[in-house]
T-cell receptor, first 111, second 114 residues
Framework: SQQGEEDPQALSIQEGENATMNCSYK?????LQWYRQNSGRGLVHLIL?????REKHSGRLRVTLDTSKKSSSLLITASRAADTASYFC???????????FGTGTQLKVEL | GAVVSQHPSWVICKSGTSVKIECRSLDFQATTMFWYRQFPKQSLMLMAT?????????EQGVEKDKFLINHASLTLSTLTVTSAHPEDSSFYIC??????????FGPGTRLTVL
């Protein structure tokens, strides 16, 4: 397993704006997953993008993957106050199902 | 979607006592369950990987005699913090693996050791 590094560490935006978070990793992956964690809660799986995919959408979420740069981005469009949470990426290298998390991006969406 | 529960949600105990945390997959069978620990404002740190019917695999630096893991069935794994001390106070989260990709996370258990 390997750890993804999220960037920025923290982000504060106004409701209605878009939020972009980035993730970098070091070695080849099978897929990359994004999770959300509300304060004091467990993780919620948001989206999984496979290594042969370049872009994926789910509702207001858009994820891109650039395997040549070993990076991914998560875009939340038309953000809402309820989107306030920490967001983690988890590169998955296959075998053993182990996921390793970085420190995440703390997103705050203000009214 | 797949649901994972944890019990209890929070627990406060005295130093030196043992605490058991349960992790259940409610509507699916999980061959693998994972236990994580998260300190305030920090990331989740994988403690151990638990496979049904076999011994858990612990990550480097995690004491297996202190954090006892039992995975007796495909829907239940337990983590017992033995002789807990204040430094063990943390947020413990389990997840259940389905297939080779996705994991479903429980809501977490907040442990406070006085």
């Amino acid at each position: 397993s390997q750890q993804g590094e999220e960037d920025p560490q923290a982000l504060s935006i106004q409701e209605g704006e878009n939020a972009t978070m980035n993730c970098s990793y070091k070695t080849s992956i099978n897929n990359l997953q994004w999770y959300r964690q509300n304060s004091g809660r467990g993780l919620v799986h948001l989206i999984l993008i496979r290594s042969n995919e370049r872009e994926k959408h789910s509702g207001r979420l858009r994820v891109t993957l650039d395997t040549s740069k070993k990076s991914s981005s998560l875009l939340i469009t038309a953000s809402r106050a309820a989107d306030t949470a920490s967001y983690f990426c988890a590169p998955f290298t296959g075998g053993g199902n182990k996921l390793t998390f970085g420190t995440g991006t703390q997103l705050k969406v203000e009214l | 979607g797949a649901v994972v529960s944890q019990h209890p949600s929070w627990v406060i105990c005295k130093s030196g006592t043992s605490v058991k945390i349960e992790c259940r997959s409610l509507d699916f069978q999980a061959t693998t369950m994972f236990w994580y620990r998260q300190f305030p404002k920090q990331s989740l740190m994988l403690m151990a990987t638990s496979n049904e019917g076999s011994k858990a695999t612990y990550e480097q630096g995690v004491e297996k005699d202190k954090f006892l893991i039992n995975h007796a069935s495909l829907t239940l794994s337990t983590l017992t913090v033995t002789s807990a001390h204040p430094e063990d106070s943390s947020f413990y989260i389990c997840s259940a693996g389905v297939g080779s990709n996705e994991q479903f996370f429980g809501p977490g258990t907040r442990l406070t050791v006085l």
